[in-house]
């Protein structure tokens, strides 16, 4: 590290210190007084400042404010109010400055009560303005919107209709993909209108906030340019059940999921809505569900509450393979790299799954409480506050994208590693006494349900009487599941032990839960004497995932009677024996009995 | 409050927002001093409200060039030691 090293480290520390515009001043004038250092890797941008206020502080501190960000800008100041002649001419020392960026600071004040003041006369000079400079440079625009005049604070609608009618024009004449435009409110918000507004400083300096909101006003500017130039987010993967609604699509169908405004189904609604803001700034949308895709298109079809519509998605994965494997398939047909990818599940399985196979890909810890959510994602600094306009071409981009992710990945050597990491701990217990959650598998569980039997427990208990009846309980280092599947297994003929009901949830497929069942109910039946077991599959509408579940597990077809698909796995089979490493069974205390 | 007291209050602020090396007297005024411009004087406006708890109004700000004015104002006003 060179010597520069620890002083650059020092001046950003007294820059991001700095609360006043004293303190701004002193750091801007320690870090133009140090040679101004930066870093050889950081790109190198030429900032054009011109507006309508005394923009000399931001100007003065917006190298450091920069170089904070890791970019080394050289900046030109316009001279006080020049805005309009300095972007209409051609040949102004604006443009002779060779801006790669250019600033727009435009304040309410000199707008509403100078020489424009209405809005339409507004709207023009500043397209005019700014189409010139699209026109008479490369640079990419960065134009403020009028913040709140004083009087609207005092409740004046006339002063809000104004700024209303102002920011509208703006945001439809000024969509170009080399223009972003800034919001101050916020910022205003923030502060406080009593310590946002002192006309003392207007009168005597034409600054239209108090001195000492500068180094906000000049982080917020700098923010916006610095994502103008690297948005920070370009894509948000997101899972779908309980994260985009409540409860399973899936389980509860597509009327039973929860939307309901007047209840905690609001707090999804607020997810969807934020994420149609970002989709509207021009942030990518994708999906990652495991799910069974004609179940999700029913939710968009028949449900109006849903905000968000199937194009709003540049790319949906919905099936039941590990979600790892969605996103290298998303990120390689939208041709991008992890940098900037979201993603956002409910399941800390799911997020670790994801985290452990693409470390550059960000995954928040969504807080369990949904109705949290919204504001967690809003405070963690992902997404950009500006109001984006589309992507800007090569020209002007100062960072080369990374090549997109090949296709293929390896994911069966980590995944059994991922899955091995879950310690996954399976409590075995018999079906033998009436069980809310029992019952409610029985009646809800839909896709994967080989029989889809709605059995109540006079008609199970007569299933069970020379069979048996199992219910198993997955914990794992995230914590417990639940009840999670629900077997009962009926003997028919004294060799035959015939799976009559096999019904599990869908929260943990693919973690070889399947074969960890098998495995036990194999050995039940091997200790009560029967020589296969035999499978039964009745299809249905919905459970089409496990048409191929037998075959899958090493049974044979051997035939059909009515509705059903038959088939048989020897008990002296080795795979009827074979043991899952990934999952620990455990009898629970109660069971143990034939 | 003497005057000179108050020039003792104000010389502090004067070296961190104008000049470290300054000496304050009350004949200075912006005029006689080259790193005295707007741009400190509104932050030296700000510093002043801030440490001695006075508020100023528009006019004192925009007429404040002259330190024994300045004295004067602040006398006029209670800063207090």
């Given at each position: 590290?060179s010597?520069?090293?620890g002083t650059l480290a020092s001046?950003l520390?007294r820059?991001?210190?700095a ?11 320690d870090y133009e007084a140090a040679g ?9 941008i030429r ?6 206020y005394?923009?000399q502080?931001l100007a003065h501190?917006f ?5 904070a960000r ?5 900046v ?7 805005w ?9 020392p604006?443009?002779g400055?060779?801006p790669t960026?250019?600033i ?5 004040i ?5 020489s424009?003041?209405?809005p339409?006369?507004i ?9 010139a400079a699209?026109k ?19 409740d004046?609608s ?7 009618a102002?920011?509208d024009?703006l945001r439809?004449a ?5 223009v972003t435009?800034?919001?101050?409110e916020?910022l205003?918000?923030?502060?406080g209108?009593?310590?946002w ?5 207007y ?5 239209p ?5 500068t ?9 916006a340019?610095?994502g103008?130039?690297a948005p920070?987010c370009?894509?948000v993967?997101?899972?779908?059940d309980?994260?985009l ?10 009327d ?5 405004a007047g209840?905690k189904?609001?707090h999804?609604l607020?997810?969807?809505?934020f994420?149609?803001?970002l989709?509207?700034k021009?942030t ?7 799910n069974?895709?004609a179940?999700v298109?029913e ?11 199937p194009e709003?998605?540049?790319g949906?994965e919905?099936h ?5 494997s969605?996103?290298?398939r998303?990120l390689?047909?939208l ?9 956002l599940d409910d ?6 799954e994801?985290?452990?196979r693409f ?6 810890e969504?807080?369990d409480d ?5 504001a967690?994602?809003l405070r963690s600094?992902l ?7 589309a992507e800007?071409?090569a020209?002007?981009?100062?960072y ?5 992710r090949a296709?293929a ?8 590693e991922?899955?091995r990491g879950l310690k996954?701990v399976m409590?075995?217990s018999?079906l033998?006494?009436?069980?809310e959650?029992v ?10 349900n080989?029989t889809?039997r ?9 299933v069970l009487?020379?069979?048996?009846g199992?219910?198993y309980?997955l914990?794992?280092?995230f914590?417990?599941?639940g009840i999670i ?12 032990a ?5 019904l599990?949830?869908?929260?943990v497929?693919?973690?070889?839960v399947e074969e960890?069942i098998l495995?036990?109910?194999a050995a039940?039946?091997r200790v009560?004497?029967?020589g296969?077991?035999?499978?039964e599959y009745i299809p249905?509408a919905?459970?089409?995932l496990?048409?191929?579940l037998?075959?899958?597990l090493g049974?044979e077809?051997?035939?059909r009677?009515g509705?059903?698909v038959?088939?048989a796995l ?5 795979r ?7 999952i620990?069974?455990?009898?629970s205390?109660a069971?143990?009995?034939? | 409050?003497s005057r000179e007291?108050?020039?003792r209050?104000?010389?502090?602020i ?8 300054l000496?304050?007297s ?12 707007s741009l400190k004087h509104i ?7 801030m ?5 100023l109004?528009?006019d004192?700000?925009a007429?404040?060039?002259n330190v ?14």
């Open positions: 590290m010597d520069h090293g001046l520390a820059y991001r210190a609360q006043t515009l004293q303190q701004l001043a002193a750091s801007a004038r101004a250092p930066s870093e050889p890797a950081w790109p190198k900032v054009a400042l011109t507006g309508n005394s923009t502080f501190g190298p450091v404010a920069m170089a890791g970019f080394a800008a050289a030109y100041e316009s001279p006080y109010n020049q309009r002649a300095e972007l209409l001419q051609a040949n102004s604006l443009y400055f060779a960026h250019v727009l600071a435009l304040s309410s000199e707008l509403a009560y100078g424009l003041r209405s339409p006369a709207v023009d000079a500043v397209s005019a303005a700014v189409n699209l008479s440079s490369d640079a990419h625009l960065l134009v403020t919107l009028p913040e709140p005049l004083a009087d609207e604070i005092s004046n006339a002063a809000y209709a104004w700024r209303r102002v920011n024009g439809v000024l969509v170009s993909p080399r435009l800034f919001d101050p916020p205003l918000r923030a502060a209108a009593q310590a507004f002192d006309d003392r400083f009168e005597t300096a034409k600054l906030f108090h001195p000492d909101r180094p906000a006003v000049l982080g917020a500017l700098a923010d340019l610095a103008a130039i920070r370009k894509l993967v997101v899972d779908l309980d994260t609604w409540g409860g399973r699509a899936g389980d509860d169908g597509f039973g999921i929860d939307l309901d209840g189904g609001r999804f607020r997810l969807q809505a994420l149609q803001g989709r509207d021009g990518l949308l994708a999906i990652a569900s495991k069974d895709p179940t298109q939710v968009f079809a028949k449900r109006p509450e849903m905000m968000l519509r709003d998605f540049a949906m919905i039941w393979e590990p979600k790892s969605s996103f290298a998303i390689e047909r041709k991008l790299s992890t940098a900037g990818v979201v993603f399941n800390p399985v799911e997020r670790a994801v985290r452990g470390p550059d890909i960000t995954v928040p969504l807080p949904p109705a949290q959510r919204v967690m994602l600094g997404f950009d506050h500006r109001l984006a306009t800007s071409g020209r002007n981009r100062m080369v994208e990374n090549e997109a296709a990945q390896n994911v069966a050597g980590d995944y059994q991922f899955l996954m409590e075995v018999p033998e006494a009436a069980h959650r019952g409610e598998l029985i009646q809800k569980t839909n896709q994967f080989l889809t709605r059995y109540n427990w006079t008609e199970l208990s007569g009487r020379d069979g048996f199992r219910s309980r914990t794992d280092r914590g417990d599941n599947s629900v077997v009962a297994v009926a003997r028919d003929a004294e060799a035959d015939r799976i009559d009901l096999w599990m949830s869908c929260r497929l693919g973690r070889k960890a495995a036990d109910i039940r039946a009560l004497g029967a296969r077991l035999i499978g249905t919905k459970n089409a496990v048409t191929d037998y075959p899958r049974f077809e051997i035939g009677r509705a059903s038959l088939y020897p008990l002296d089979d080795a009827a024996g074979e043991s899952m490493d990934f620990a069974m455990k009898e205390s069971s143990a009995r034939a | 409050m007291a108050v020039l209050k104000l010389e502090p004067f070296r961190d927002v104008i000049d470290p090396d000496v304050l009350e004949e200075i005024d912006a005029s006689k001093v080259p790193l005295w411009d932050i030296l406006v700000v510093e002043i409200e440490r001695l708890g006075v508020a109004t528009t004192e700000l007429n404040l060039r024994g004015e300045l004295v004067t104002l602040l006398q006029d006003k209670g800063v207090q030691a």
